[in-house]
């Protein structure tokens, strides 16, 4: 079943410690990226990816680091988060940053705490 | 830059009601545009799109125009089932090189009461 899939499902941490998202889709896409989702402010792109090796900012980038070694996975990396990183994250992805009319599929999402 | 501004919610109808939920944007390039379905626990999924104007996207009873003169794309349904209750972003994609594909609205929420 070509899916994206995201780990952990909840997560709840302390601020200071860091943490890994993991993100991983089976449909061979080149580009895929990360959003976080706010009440009242959709989602907001935090970083995307062209292919192996090709990462860049999205709107909301501080705080997050991401890595592209392989094709299949994109982890989200806060080395020190804070509270004002607590919100719902989802990894996306498609078959390439081209075609306007391209579609993104979507992980189930990730709700993170930072207390 | 570009922005999608959706009619704020929550939206409550009753089962076999008519939908509306508004959508307009601003670009600076011709976009594509496209609503996104969330249900609850689940990520988004792709419901309908439009790549140039007049179009019509469809899909599951749901349809949306492109409309450039107005720079708007509504979401329409004519009668709405309580499984339609889910949150709806409208987004686009501007075709001028940007490599950062969707910008989304704030969502609108829906509930429909049996």
């Known amino acids: 079943e070509a899916q994206v899939t995201q780990n952990p499902r909840y997560l709840i941490t302390v601020t200071g410690k860091k943490l890994t998202v993991t993100c991983s889709q089976n449909m061979n896409h080149e580009y895929m990226s990360w959003y976080r989702q706010d009440p009242g402010l959709g989602l907001r792109q935090i970083y995307y990816s062209m292919n192996v090796e090709v990462t860049d900012k999205g709107d909301v980038p501080e705080g997050y680091k991401v890595s592209r070694k392989e094709k299949r996975n994109f982890p989200l990396i806060l080395e020190s988060p804070s509270p004002n990183q607590t919100s719902l994250y989802f990894c996306?992805?498609?078959f390439g940053g081209g075609p306007s009319n391209e579609k993104l599929f979507f992980g189930s999402g990730t709700q993170l705490s930072v207390l | 830059g570009d922005s999608v501004t959706q009619m704020e919610g929550p939206v409550t109808l009753s089962e076999e009601a008519f939908l509306t939920i508004n959508c307009t944007y601003t670009?600076?390039?011709?976009?594509?545009l496209f609503w996104y379905v969330q249900y609850p626990g689940e990520g988004l999924q792709l419901l309908l799109k439009?790549?140039?104007?007049?179009d019509k996207g469809s899909n599951k009873g749901f349809e949306a125009t492109y409309r450039k003169e107005t720079t708007s794309f509504h979401l329409e349904k004519g009668s709405v089932q309580v499984s339609d209750s889910a949150v709806y972003f409208c987004?686009?994609?501007?075709?001028?090189?940007?490599?950062?594909?969707?910008?989304f609205g704030s969502g609108t929420q829906l509930t429909v009461l049996p």
């Open positions: 996306a992805s498609s």
């Open positions: 987004a686009l994609r501007d075709r001028s090189g940007s490599a950062r594909q969707l910008t």
């Open positions: 439009a790549t140039k104007a007049d």
């Open positions: 670009a600076t390039g011709y976009p594509s």
